[in-house]
């Protein structure tokens, strides 16, 4: 049974930082593209950030270029979200995914398995 299981997420002030984590088992984490999304209150569901399985290829929202930087450990099972410079705008409940495509693919139909949610929440 594949599990995602994300942490990380908590209440910020704008400006501040905050890195997510999620954690990969039940599949060969290092064989799979991982994505992150996030949905704010009222809105769909949306595309954040994309690492190919070594690592080597990324995509980004533009919202959050030069401000969120996805990494991977495939050693460790687990993909990482840096955010910097936090905005409101930001607060959102975000999920990790996994794809089986070997792009970058933005798409939410690309994906197979979701965690189940972290919270992040940045006040002004």
């Known amino acids: 049974q594949v599990q995602l299981v994300e942490s990380g997420g908590g209440l910020v002030q704008a400006g501040g930082s905050l890195r997510l984590s999620c954690t990969v088992s039940g599949r060969t984490f290092s064989s799979y593209t991982m994505g992150w999304f996030r949905q704010a209150p009222g809105k769909e569901r949306e595309f954040v950030a994309v690492?190919?399985?070594?690592?080597?290829?990324?995509d980004y929202t533009n919202s959050v270029k030069g401000r969120f930087t996805i990494s991977r450990d495939n050693a460790k099972n687990t993909v990482y979200l840096q955010m910097n410079s936090l905005k409101p705008e930001d607060t959102a409940v975000y999920y990790c995914?996994?794809?089986?495509?070997?792009?970058?693919?933005?798409?939410?139909?690309?994906?197979?398995?979701w965690g189940q949610g972290t919270q992040v929440t940045v006040s002004s």
């Open positions: 995914a996994t794809s089986t495509w070997t792009n970058v693919p933005r798409r939410q139909g690309q994906y197979d398995y």
């Open positions: 690492v190919s399985w070594r690592g080597g290829s990324t």
